[in-house]
Structures are given as structure tokens and as C-alpha cells.
């Protein structure tokens, strides 16, 4: 392909499709799981509670008994519930307080060298390493026997901080057993039965969130130790300063491009919604411990936006990292639904935002202290602002509840997996941060302290930026957005702004229309009180060759869903207001 029809590809190309090209493209460091056999290794000198002696490696059958006896089968996690079914899962395990390791340098160093292949494997950044900000907790002794396994399922982060999971196969002879780890639609499967090789320790570290399973052990025993991987609690501040790594120059700009191209695109997203690679949980969600390409890609479009930020002022963006969640509605009916606009009213919110690039922005937070907009915890979301919209939405099958197994027991719903999402908003649509309830109130007391102050011309710009989010949420979420909405108030409200006279009066006009063409003007225009006086003065203001043709549109509307009777009180008042006028401009 020549480079002229390259560019003029991307010329063609959204901005949405200019991003998922750059990011498709952008490569990780490290993978979502990693292992292999394990040298200059210390033997841990394994006590447990009831057994006299050291166990010995590889396992003998006269110890093998006498483990078992100890052991009790291993459950599994279903949400909240802990459950036991060894058609799941068939698994022999000891907790920490049965066992003891007494070589002092299993910790000291097998461990330590462990910690520098995690950080490799999984594609960390050295100052995990130099920091110190890896902790291993020991969480089971498993003991797989013939016929052992456990079906594909995920592992629960435990702790607040944890991230991954890593395996220590200490030496055993056993055959069958594969690890089968996949994530993304990729599948890496991890062979370490051999009789050959039957004194050797092998270990497996995966991302926690990566669906696995353990297959049948076919002969023999194998006993594992598995570990949490944590964030060091006590270092946990120092992941914020740990440095990106090294970003490419061409997808900084490729990012910066599209970025312009969306501000330039007509009624495009107020926001755009990118969908992480991995699975995250409420109390893990969090900047610092994004993983592998999330991470990547989340460092890529800070820098960019950063980059536009200082290069242009009208290029502004707000960039979170969050999580999504499904809603099911009270409504059965609504539930069996064929209609997919009535199957997706409210059903699906962005909660759980943590911010990754936020902008110093003091008078913005003054105004939402001044008049008591405070900041909502749930942004409602739906197809449009996804930056793959198609099988995107579709795949996330929003009134479906996934119930599916982890390891070890149930957890509570901080630590369930959610899909994770990256977050990025333009920073004229940063009201869509505030709380619905009390927008409205806040814009009209806004459009008031304007009135009473005419130097407030900032204020004034921001009734504007925040009366244009207002329509664009009415116009895109009209079922389920400000539910006692009176365009009255609005329309006086801006007409308010509009007979000031000041700078950017055209943006007035223009949400007027828009106020004019919405949905719930047209639908209030014949049964609200007075709404007759208000399109009047309207008029008078603004100039009927300016307004006139959308009132006509409007009414022509009002007339197909209206009575007769409430289209002649209306029409009678309309005509006997300019009446009154007329003969007053008469005398």
C-alpha cells in the first residue's frame, strides 16, 4: 500500500477507529503468566502439625498418607458462597497454621529470586524489584492425587493489594496435572509432569484475574505451595512514583490526532469508554496496579493527553480508570423485553472512578461548592460511548449475572471481578462527573448570580458549557433523565443569559433552539400554565424571525400528541397574549 493511500485511510478513518488501530498496536512488556524450572533452590524443611519429621522431596508414599490424613478437601468460591463439589474441583489442602517452613532461606532467598521473576514475567517495572514492593503470603499446601483436578475458574484476590498468584511445585513424581492458563482469548498450557525431572521445583505465576484450570493428575502425587502476590501495604505510596515505560513518539501523536479529530467531530461522544484487557475488583481498582497492556495503554494516552494539554488550552481531557456494572431491572417486564431500548434504560453505570490525569481546575470546584453540585459516583453509560460499539455492547450482556467458580472460598463483593474500563472525557463535558440530582438547581441559581453580576462573564460561559450538557443528556437519555424537568424554567433561565448582552450570545441562541427542539418542550408546550408567555417573550427577545420556525416545528409536534381541547386553551392564550400587546402598542 503507498503512503498516499495510507493517509488517505486515516483521513477517512474515526477517531474511535484511529485509537483502537494505535492501541492494537502497542506492544506489552511481559505476559499475563510465566514460568519454568527453578535453580539453586533451598529446601524448605517442611514441618507439619502431627508429622514428626521433615516431609521429604520428592514425596514418598509412607509421608503421602500421613499428609492426606491431615488435609480436608478443598472448596471452591462462587460470589459470596463457599462450596464443596469434588465434580469441580477435587484438591487436598492445608492452611498456613498446619504447616511450617524452617530453612530461614526458603524466605530469604528462593522467595527474593522469585520475586525477579515475577517482575519479569509479568512485565513490572524494575522498581518493583528496587522498592521492594512485591510481598509473597503464603496461602495453601495443595496435594493432588490421581484423578485430581479443578475446572476452569479464576482466583479470588484475598487481601486488599493483590494482584497474583504464584505456584511452587516442590519435587514429586506425577504425570497429567497441566496448569491451562487463558486470558484474552489466549491459552497457554504448562506441562511440568516428568519423571525425568522428578528433583526439580518448578514455579507458575499468573495475574489473579486469569481464568485457569488444573487438569486430571493421571499418576502420582504433586504438592504445591501457592502464594498470594501483594502490594508491600507498607510501601503501597511508593507505586505512584514508579516511572511509564518508554512510550513510542508516533502513537503519542497518533492518540493526540484523534483526540483532535473527536473535538472537531459533530454530535460525537461526551465521553469514550475503552474496555481493559483484564478483570478488576472494587477494592483493587486502582491506578497503580492496572496490569500489563492496561497499563501500557492507560500510560500512552495520560502522556498524550498531557501533551495536548500544554500545547493547546482547547484541548482538554479528564482520563479515570474505573469499573462497569450491570443492572438488572426491578421490571420483570422490562427484563424479557425484545424492545433493546427498554432492556438498556439505566442498566449499565460506570462506578469506582479513580483518577489517572485531572486538571488543577479551582474555579470549577469553587462553583460546584458555591451552588452544591456535588460530584456523583455513578455515571450512567450506554452503547454510544463505547469506542467499539457494536460487539462491545453487545458482549457485555448487561442483565446477565455470571456466577463462576474461584479458588479457593467465597468472597465479599469488593472482591468479585468486573470489567474494567479506562475513562476519558473532554473537559467541557466534565459536569457528567456531577451528581444529576442537583444539576439543575445549581444551573439555574448559576444563571441568577449572573443576572445580579454582569462582570461575571466566566460564570456565564460555564451556564452555557453546563446548559449544553444538560440538552445533550436530555436529547440522548430523554427516558430516564431529570424526570420532573420543566422547560419552562430552562427557557426563562437562558433568556435570563441572552438579554445580558455579553460575549458568546450566539452559544445562548443556539441552546435555546436546542431547548426549543427538545422533546420535552414540545411535550409540556400545550399543558403547561403559562408556557404561552414564555414562548412570547421569547419571541420578543430573541426575534420571531430567529426562533419562529422551530416554535412552528415544535407546534405542529405538540399538535399530534395533544388533545383538541388542550391545543384551543393554548392556542387561545397564545393569540389573546399578543393581542393585549397589540392594542397596548395601539393606545
Sequence with gaps: MSSNTSKRKGNNSTFQQVLNRTFYNVRKSGNYCG????????????????????????????????????????????????????SVRHTWQLDPSSFLITNSEWNIHTLNNLKSKIVSDLGLHNDWIKNDLIDLQLYKLLLYEKDSFFKIHRDSEKVDGMFGTLVIILPSYYKGGEFVIKHNNQEQKFDYSSTKYKYDYYYLVFYADCEHEILPITDGYRLSLVYNIVVNKEKSHLCAKIPSSPLNEKYVQNVCQALIKWSKTMNSPSKLIIPLKHKYTKANMSPNLLKSKDHTIASLLKRSIAELNKNDSNQKYLLYCGMLYYKIPKNEEAYNSNDPLERTIGDTDVENLKPLYEIDDNYFQKICEIFHMPRTSVISVDETDFINKE??????????????????????????????ILLLIPYNWK???????????????????????????????????????????MNRRRYEYLENFDSRELLNSLLLLYNLKLDDNQSVLNALISTIKNHSFTQGLFWYESMHNVIYNAGNVIGWH??????????????????????????ISFISSMLIVLIYLGT
Excluded at 432 to 442: A, S
Design 35 to 86: 514460568g519454568g524450572r527453578l535453580t539453586d533452590i533451598h529446601d524448605p524443611k517442611m514441618m507439619i502439625n502431627g508429622i514428626q519429621e521433615h516431609i521429604t522431596f520428592p514425596l514418598v508414599p509412607s509421608q503421602l498418607k500421613l499428609i492426606i490424613e491431615k488435609c480436608s478437601l478443598a472448596p471452591f468460591g462462587r460470589q459470596d458462597k463457599t462450596m464443596l463439589d469434588i
Design 391 to 420: 460487539p462491545e455492547w453487545k458482549s457485555l450482556e448487561p442483565f446477565k449475572i455470571v456466577e463462576e467458580e474461584t479458588g479457593n472460598e467465597g468472597t465479599i463483593e469488593k472482591y468479585w471481578y468486573r470489567m474494567g
Design 431 to 473: 459536569w457528567c462527573l456531577l451528581n444529576d440530582d442537583f444539576i439543575l438547581d445549581g444551573f439555574y441559581k448559576m444563571c441568577q448570580t449572573v443576572k445580579n453580576d454582569e462582570n461575571q462573564i466566566k460564570l456565564k460561559q460555564a451556564c452555557i458549557e453546563l446548559v449544553n450538557y444538560i440538552l445533550y443528556r
Design 546 to 571: 430567529q426562533i419562529g420556525i422551530y416554535i412552528y416545528d415544535a407546534f405542529k409536534i405538540s399538535l399530534k400528541r395533544s388533545t383538541i381541547a388542550q391545543s384551543v386553551k393554548f392556542l
